[in-house]
């Protein structure tokens, strides 16, 4: 265990620690391009220059290891003139393109220009021209003009995905990444890259000028797509969410994220959503508040409690599964199911993080269900001739569900069919009852993964004011008063 | 005085063969050297003194002793990929006597106990190659490579690399990845070759000239391959003498041999009515030499070390008062921004820089701030990179600014050469 | 601070009178000196403003006619009375990349800072010398493209000083 100085303070860091880590271990700002704590070290855009006390030459804190009683500085005046030269060096070539540029805002050339920029440029020569919006498969955009060669994007796809789409072809300044002939980078990690680039070179189809990175918020939760439960940042303005973005999570997804996981803001904003609660009878649609709703379907299940039913997907909170099953009981209800979605892909693994139960809580559904003391069974078995009432708590997102529609069709052969969903989608008009859901980006609680590991997910905003959680529901349903926002922020109807 | 230790025979024609070789004593040095011991032959080499010819000038020896001991095994490398401009003296050593540096090599790696070994030669260099890979040939026959050599029961085997043509691929790590059939670029050290090189095995990189020094130290021992040169830099050298002289071509000296000996007696003295306005005493990437410290200096590591250049891979280019510098620079850093491989910013971008500015010079774009910007630009690329690219760019850069200044500046201001009629821009236009 | 007395007389016809008599006096004079009059006829007559006036937005054009824009939003983020919404889209072009499908500026909301001006990297929007703005209802206020890059006035457009694909040509 070596111990060592760093700008001053001292530290003893493990052995075989580069000096990069320990300046972020002691949250000193070093600037660096190419290093990355999730990839190997590349040493190219020598921009992490340290100064270590008995070495006349300046060291690069990513490549040099950390040794005992080491004397190593970022705050010498040589190191600032070094790392000011070596932007510069970045920069001769870089187009200004940052009025076009989606990185613009969240741009490692921009954020250290405003530390170690020269603001005279030397340069007067014509700057090397190369292509522009180069497609490199179905999610990313490449512009090798902004590209300043650190390599990362090559490692990741070399050293995390294994795919080997990227690579940098020619050399010198008309180096340029890209991918090889019908060959495109075309895997379920790639918006990974685009993460990982530290300037506008990579960017993102879904993401591409839709909006001003400085336009949005963010927070963090957890993301629902699968039951490995990535910690993420979910970005949003008035508008409704942008995207979504991997955090780091050394438990459970480390630096990345798959790519089916960053849709899952696609299925919050206003326009895919249930606003209001729904009557279908006799094939005309009746409008209800949704808490006006809730009650009447109270009102029926207290006459059929007996006959009644409740099936569960693996998408809600477990604190609301606690809350449903207690009011459930209360009411005297004994049979609830299980929906599972794909039961022959449910233990599939990418060997990355993708699992094949695409739930985030299926975990926490079954924790819940045997602290209640119930006996999930499976919704195949499900008969609906058997019951007068089902209540369904549907799934968030439906997409994963590939017999949603069968379902629907055959469980609506009952006398009624009650149907939780915060997705608007034709099929659900099959249902009696159809009650608009909050989704996870609009109430707080706790996703159990595949690892037993509880993670909150976290209340960002209100996207339909009125929509209700399973808990809310459960209330409701008694009859008892609840509160919810009649207006929304993001402009949805109340 | 030429001492003509290595390139004794280079006038034979017959010595290209093995049975040629074989007459004027080819591989008795080996059947010496395999009855000996490895560490003795590597405690020999120490001895002698003997630097790497290939540029960098690193005790041989001392980087034998760096290999672990680690039951891993060992890679010889031959570095024939000769890409420094001038430099043309591992051509002639494989042209001419390729069982030389054949024997060299097969001592080398018995000496540090490797069972495998390369040449990477230069891409461009398809003669040399074919009587490389020839002569190969015929040492297997005659048993000198392969099983159990001479029953001595050490085994190498050899193969030849021609590489792409790609100037990094001279820098040994640059040449390491490109071996491992990688893209030719130089990787990160720590860890050093020794430790961690050809499929990330001990390795061991040795340039032409230095495996072939290796026979003529066992042959006659370390103290005898000590008299020549001086204290500090002993033995022979193969310089290769071009530019504006009379009879360029290859000489071996010893060491500490004076320049302008080279240049007046070796070399026959400057063509008529000229005189000595510069001279690039190591390869383009060396710092260049005025007419004045030509004259003093003596052909060894410590003396030209002192001068502020170095001995390179001892291309020796001579710049008569014909000549521009501006010019001449504007060549040199030309090709250092071709061959740039593209992996360090201050590298990549910074040769490129320099090209352009001296490019607008030449064309006569020039401005007053762009003597000083070069000078910045160089000082700022170098030492802050993986490779010396960077340096062998920035070197001369500065070297040719500093020292003569007032044809960049003349350059500039008048927008042609101070030297009449020998402009590029007058050459391309 | 106290308060100034109160009159001790409420009468206020010799008020009334004082008033009217500046009136008339006003008239006269004016009626005598018709050159010195500080009032015009508008419509009929209009003030001629100075070129740094900040009236009516133009969005400039290139040679080509299409929009110099670039979507880069900047104008509408500096802009104090959030008075500009553009929707960016994909150019086909790669050297233009990105232009805005819609650009408006709402004209009821806009205080005429001219902060849009001083944002745009690109010389893309300027500060016209038109002042009269008239609508019958609100949403005739809101000046999409049309109005702000090719009203009548504009006469086909007014040219930017440098475009996107000579700024490529010349190696910026």
């Known amino acids: ?165 990227l690579s940098i072809f020619n050399r010198g300044d008309h180096a340029e990444v890209g991918v090889y002939q019908e060959r495109p980078l075309n895997n379920n990690y790639s918006y990974n890259v685009v993460d990982i680039c530290p300037v506008g070179a990579l960017t993102s189809k879904d993401f591409r000028f839709k909006q001003r990175v400085w336009y949005l918020k ?140 695409r739930n985030p809580n299926t975990a926490g559904l079954r924790a819940e269900a045997k602290k209640a003391n119930i006996n999930l069974r499976n919704a195949k078995d499900l008969d609906p001739k058997k019951h007068t009432l089902i209540i369904v708590a549907g799934p968030e997102v439906q997409a994963f569900y590939p017999d949603l529609q069968k379902s629907v069709d055959a469980w609506s052969k009952s006398q009624t069919l009650v149907w939780l969903s915060s997705c608007k989608n034709p099929v659900l008009f099959a249902a009696h009852w159809i009650v608009p859901m909050k989704s996870f980006v609009e109430k707080n609680g706790t996703f159990v993964n595949y690892k037993g590991i509880e993670q909150k997910i976290k209340k960002g905003t209100t996207i339909v004011g009125e929509a209700l959680s399973l808990d809310e529901f459960a209330i409701a349903i008694k009859g008892e008063r609840v509160d919810v926002e009649y207006t929304s922020p993001l402009g949805g109807l109340a | 005085m030429e001492v003509k230790l290595l390139t004794e025979h280079y006038d034979k024609d017959e010595f290209q063969g093995i049975s040629g070789y074989k007459k004027l004593g080819g591989y008795e040095v080996l059947k010496k050297a395999l009855k000996m011991k490895p560490e003795e032959i590597v405690a020999e080499v120490k001895a002698a003194g003997l630097r790497g010819r290939g540029g960098a000038g690193f005790p041989t020896g001392m980087k034998w002793t760096f290999l672990p001991n680690n039951g891993q095994p060992r890679y010889l490398l031959c570095n024939a990929d000769e890409g420094e401009p001038c430099t043309f003296k591992d051509r002639m ?260 820089w320099i090209d352009k500015v001296l490019n607008s010079i030449i064309h006569g774009r020039g401005r007053q701030q762009d003597v000083d910007l070069l000078d910045q630009v160089a000082k700022n690329m170098m030492g802050r990179t993986i490779c010396a690219l960077a340096d062998a760019a920035a070197l001369p850069t500065i070297s040719f600014v500093n020292k003569f200044r007032d044809e960049f500046e003349y350059y500039i201001r008048e927008g042609r050469s101070k030297v009449k009629g020998s402009s590029y821009a007058e050459m391309h236009h | 601070m106290s308060r100034l007395p109160e009159p001790k007389v409420n009468w206020y016809l010799p008020a009334i009178f004082t008033g009217l008599g500046i009136t008339m006096k006003k008239m006269l004079w004016n009626l005598g000196n018709r050159s010195k009059m500080q009032t015009l006829n508008y419509p009929e007559e209009k003030y001629d403003y100075s070129p740094r006036f900040k009236g009516t937005h133009i969005l400039t054009v290139k040679k080509d006619g299409s929009l110099r824009c670039t979507a880069c939003m900047l104008c509408a983020t500096n802009c104090p009375a959030d008075c500009i919404t553009i929707i960016a889209s994909e150019h086909p072009d790669p050297t233009v990349e990105k232009y805005p499908i819609s650009y408006e500026i709402d004209m009821l909301r806009c205080v005429f800072c001219g902060f849009c001006e001083e944002a745009c990297p690109v010389d893309a929007i300027r500060m016209g010398p038109e002042w009269q703005v008239a609508g019958k209802n609100g949403s005739n206020f809101i000046y999409g493209i049309q109005d702000l890059a090719y009203r009548p006035q504009l006469k086909g457009g007014i040219q930017t000083i440098l475009d996107d694909g000579e700024r490529s040509k010349a190696g910026i």
């Open chain 1, 1 to 165: 265990m070596p111990k060592c100085t760093i700008n001053g303070k001292q530290i003893e860091v493990a052995e075989g620690t580069t000096v990069i880590e320990a300046f972020m271990k002691l949250e000193q700002n070093i600037a660096h391009y190419c290093w990355h704590p999730g990839l190997s070290v590349a040493g190219v855009c020598r921009m992490c220059m340290v100064k270590v006390e008995g070495n006349p030459k300046l060291q690069i804190a990513c490549n040099t290891k950390v040794t005992e009683g080491m004397v190593a500085s970022n705050e010498d005046a040589k190191v600032k003139e070094a790392v000011e030269w070596i932007l510069g060096f970045h920069l001769i070539n870089h187009p200004l393109d940052c009025p076009i540029c989606d990185q613009a805002g969240e741009c490692g050339l921009q954020e250290y220009y405003m530390t170690y920029g020269k603001y005279d440029p030397a340069m007067a020569e014509k700057k090397v021209k190369k292509k522009k919006v180069v497609d490199l498969g179905p999610t990313v955009v490449l512009d090798s003009e902004r590209c300043i060669l650190c390599d990362r994007c090559v490692r990741f796809t070399s050293e995390v995905t294994k795919t080997n789409e």
């Open chain 1, 218 to 357: 963010d927070f963090n939760t957890i993301c629902n797509g699968c039951s490995t439960g990535c910690n993420v940042k979910a970005y949003y303005n008035e508008n409704g969410f942008y995207r979504i973005k991997p955090v780091y999570n050394k438990e459970v997804n480390g630096h990345w994220m798959c790519d089916t996981g960053r849709d899952m803001y696609k299925f919050v904003n206003l326009e895919k959503r249930q606003t209001s609660a729904v009557k279908n009878v006799n094939g005309t649609s009746e409008e209800y508040s949704p808490i006006q709703a809730t009650r009447e379907i109270g009102v029926l299940l207290r006459k059929n409690v007996n006959e009644a039913a409740a099936v569960l997907t693996g998408q809600y909170t477990s604190e609301e599964y606690a809350s449903f099953f207690a009011t459930m009981k209360d009411f005297g209800i004994k049979d609830f199911y299980h929906w599972v979605n794909n039961p022959e892909k449910m233990e599939e693994f990418d060997g990355l993080l993708l699992r094949g139960d």
């Open chain 2, 93 to 352: 050593m494989m042209e001419r006597a390729p069982h030389q540096m054949i024997e060299g090599m097969i001592i080398s790696a018995y000496g540090i106990q490797s069972k495998k070994s390369y040449v990477y030669i230069r891409g461009e260099y398809t003669y040399a190659a074919r009587v490389l890979e020839n002569a190969i040939k015929e040492a297997y026959q005659a048993g000198y490579l392969g099983e159990n050599i001479l029953g001595s029961g050490f085994t190498h085997h050899l193969d030849v690399y021609r590489g792409a043509g790609a100037y990094i691929c001279g820098e040994e790590t640059g040449m390491i990845s490109s071996l491992e059939g990688k893209k030719g670029q130089p990787k990160l050290k720590p860890p050093f070759p020794a430790v961690s090189g050809y499929l990330e095995k001990p390795t061991i990189v040795n340039n032409v000239e230095t495996l072939a020094a290796v026979k003529y130290i066992i042959r006659d021992g370390a103290a005898a391959y000590k008299k020549h040169g001086t204290e500090k830099s002993p033995g022979t050298k193969l310089f290769s003498l071009s530019g504006d002289i009379r009879k360029p071509g290859n000489y071996e000296v010893p060491l500490g041999y004076p320049l302008k000996d080279l240049i007046n007696n070796e070399g026959g003295g400057l063509k008529q009515g000229r005189s000595l306005k510069a001279v690039i005493p190591g390869g383009t990437s060396a710092p260049v030499l005025t007419a004045e410290e030509a004259m003093k200096a003596t052909m060894d590591y410590e003396c030209l070390a002192q001068m502020g250049t170095m001995l390179g891979s001892g291309a020796i280019t001579v710049i008569d008062d014909s000549r521009c510098m501006v010019d001449l620079l504007g060549v040199i850093l030309h090709f250092y921004h071709h061959e740039s491989c593209g992996q360090c910013t201050p590298c990549r971008e910074g040769t490129g």
